[in-house]
Every structure is written in structure tokens, then in C-alpha cells.
Nanobody, 127 residues
Framework: QVQLVESGGGSVQAGDSLRLSCVTS????????MGWFRQYPGKDREFVAC????????EYSGLIQDRFTISRGDDKKTVFLQMNSLKPEDSAIYYC????????????????????WGQGIRVTVSS
């Protein structure tokens, strides 16, 4: 069973930065896509960012306004989300997601396209 383990969340002040990390126990392929979603209480998970393993192409939600950067680790099993200029509205549970063999059936922002999920990590931003 493939596992995704997230780390790096916490409580910060508005304007601060955090870097989330997610490592997979699976064996990524050239068609792997890994990404981050977030969820507010009572709401569906929303897409934040993803990155495609074949060429490191990132995709971002328009909601984050260039404040976040997704990247892949040199080990090719880790994905990072660098979050800068954090705002109180960024407070949420952040989930790492992965599909080790993306077939293109879904849009990259669609959570249904991701087969594996982390347990979620809380990010709290105080004003």
C-alpha cells in the first residue's frame, strides 16, 4: 500500500512562510503527478498545486496568487509546497495527493484523479 507522509505544517503569523513536505513510499514513474489540496471545515477539498514528474511542470490554483511554489525533491519521491506571504484564509488542512501513473482521464485539479492521499496536515495563520 502506497503511503504519503506529510510534514511541515503548523501555526504562523500572517506574512510568514511555511514549507510543506510529502514523501511517498511508492515508486514514482515518468507519468507520476503529485500535488496538494486543502480543505476548509465543511467544504470539499480544493486544488492548490501539482507537479508532473515527466518534466517538472507545475500547475497552480488561481486562488494562491503566485505565493506558493511546488517543487520535486532530488530523491524524486518528495514533493514540497513553499508557502509565502501566508494569509489567515490559507488556514486549512492541507493534503498531499499522488497518482503514480497518471492517464489523463481527469483534469489535474480534479481530486478524483489522485489515487493516494496523505492524512492531512494543519496550517493555521493568525492575523
Amino acid at each position: 500500500q502506497v503511503q504519503l507522509v506529510e510534514s511541515g505544517g503548523g501555526s504562523v503569523q500572517a506574512g510568514d512562510s511555511l514549507r510543506l513536505s510529502c514523501v511517498t513510499s511508492g515508486r514514482p514513474s515518468s507519468s507520476t503527478v503529485m500535488g496538494w489540496f486543502r480543505q476548509y471545515p465543511g467544504k470539499d477539498r480544493e486544488f492548490v498545486a501539482c507537479i508532473q514528474w515527466n518534466d517538472d511542470t507545475p500547475e497552480y490554483s488561481g486562488l494562491i496568487q503566485d505565493r506558493f511554489t511546488i517543487s520535486r525533491g532530488d530523491d524524486k519521491k518528495t514533493v514540497f509546497l513553499q508557502m509565502n506571504s501566508l494569509k489567515p484564509e490559507d488556514s486549512a488542512i492541507y493534503y498531499c495527493a499522488a497518482n503514480l501513473y497518471w492517464r489523463g482521464t481527469y483534469y489535474l485539479w480534479d481530486p478524483d484523479g489522485y489515487r493516494y492521499w496523505g492524512q492531512g496536515i494543519r496550517v493555521t495563520v493568525s492575523s
